[in-house]
């Protein structure tokens, strides 16, 4: 197995050498500091498994896609000190295949690796954790809908996701703002493809990490739209 550590800090790529190092059938045939020397490695290589804290000075988020479109048979696994939704939601999306918190247990970051190699996902417990608590569901996000683009949400878009989050309907969102129906339902498709989701729960999840909503305000009707 071909791995390559993409961190900023020498001390995690020291500890994950040692990790590595433990078996016998891995190799680590390089190390990337930032954007620049990650994408410089890939082109030296074909497949291999990267393990990556894009949220590591010198790293982005954006350099996932980058490099899965200069070599599709690579694989990523994050490695962050972050879990939060929103977070690994844009990792998913981006194209990382699994992701571990660099405070899990030593077996489990083995595990993501051997996991990730066989063609599956893996989830340390405490992602697994943020996933449901933030009632995730890791498959029906719209991946293809990823850009390096900053998202940009309006303040009329701002008003609709509020009152879909809040459990109302097109037409009643349309009373409230003195809109058309179509108008709303517009408003609502390119909501969803600027946050990258599918449904309704997608956009009730934004406003909730973005404060728009209390969760315990949350009026899961029958009626609600998806």
């Not at 990267?50 to 200069?70: E, H, M, Q, T, Y």
């Not at 008003?159 to 969102?173: C, F, M, R, V």
Request: aromatic share 6%; with cysteine; glycine share 6%.
């Amino acid at each position: 197995m071909r791995l390559i550590l993409a961190d900023s800090n020498e001390l995690i790529r020291i500890g994950l050498r040692a990790i590595i190092g433990s078996k016998t059938d891995w190799e680590v045939i390089g190390e990337a500091r930032n954007n620049k020397e990650l994408q410089e490695i890939i082109l030296n290589f074909g497949e291999a498994i990267v393990l990556i804290d894009f949220s590591a000075p010198g790293f982005d988020i954006g350099i996932v896609p980058k490099v899965l479109n200069a070599n599709k048979k690579v694989k990523f696994v994050a490695l962050t000190p972050d879990q939060s939704a929103q977070t690994l939601v844009d990792a998913l999306r981006s194209g990382i295949t699994s992701y571990v918190k660099k405070d899990c247990e030593l077996s489990e970051i083995i595990n993501s690796i051997e996991e990730t190699s066989q063609g599956n996902k893996f989830f340390c417990g405490q992602i697994l954790d943020t996933i449901r608590k933030a009632s995730i569901d890791v498959n029906d996000l719209d991946f293809d809908s990823f850009t390096c683009e900053a998202v940009v949400i309006s303040d009329r878009e701002n008003e609709i996701i509020k009152l879909i989050a809040e459990g109302n309907t097109n037409t009643q969102i349309a009373d409230f703002l003195f809109l058309s129906n179509h108008t709303v339902n517009t408003h609502r498709k390119n909501i969803m493809a600027k946050l990258g989701v599918k449904n309704t729960a997608g956009i009730v999840m934004y406003a909730v990490k973005t404060n728009l909503v209390s969760p315990n305000k949350f009026l899961f009707s029958p009626e609600i739209e998806v």
